[in-house]
């Protein structure tokens, strides 16, 4: 009898435990990050990979909307470049391409309705590099295709974490 009690009340007792350390060590579950703007609208000329990547992370980790005119938003993120390049690294002796290096600028900068530059022109880059057997041309088209979707991944959430940054400033100019 006493065995199943203590059993029945090991597995709750365990459950707090874990609560209660958890929360000592101030685990939170993630939330969006708030900035002190309601609405985001992406202007400029992005590429279409990337305006969809900006819009997904601006949904996903910021706590706001994205407008799909300027006049709606009170945020505006201007994209002044977005410029993909690539460039042959490597070729085989008989002139055969096995690599690749490639790049990706974007340029970019946030401004209020007011006109207020909230991030200055800022420049952020993606870089990589692949090299591939000239038998496996196929698949080293797939592969390149992963890796330019990759940099705007990459570029994407650099872009959304300058814009978690004005959520932390806020935070400490109305403190």
């Not at 029945?8 to 350390?21: A, D, F, G, K, S």
């Not at 992963?146 to 400490?172: F, N, P």
Request: charged share 20%; net charge negative; proline share 4%.
């Amino acid at each position: 009898m006493f065995k199943k009690t203590a059993e029945r009340l090991l597995r709750p007792t365990c459950m707090v435990l874990l609560v209660i350390c958890l929360s000592a060590c101030l685990y939170e579950m993630r939330q969006k990050v708030s900035i002190p703007y309601q609405v985001i609208a992406i202007t400029g000329s992005p590429s279409r990979e990337l305006l969809g990547q900006l819009q997904v992370d601006f949904l996903t980790y910021l706590n706001v909307k994205v407008a799909v005119h300027p006049v709606d938003a009170d945020l505006l993120v201007e994209i002044l470049q977005d410029a993909p390049n690539s460039q042959i690294s490597s070729s085989t002796s008989s002139g055969q391409i096995s690599g690749y290096d490639f790049n990706d600028v974007v340029v970019f900068r946030a401004f209020d309705q007011a006109g207020h530059e909230v991030i200055p022109s800022t420049e952020i880059y993606g870089v990589r590099d692949i090299n591939f057997s000239p038998h496996t041309v196929l698949s080293a088209d797939i592969q390149q295709q992963q890796m330019i979707g990759d940099i705007r991944k990459e570029l994407s959430m650099q872009i959304t974490l300058h814009l978690m940054a004005l959520g932390s400033r806020a935070s400490h100019v109305y403190k």
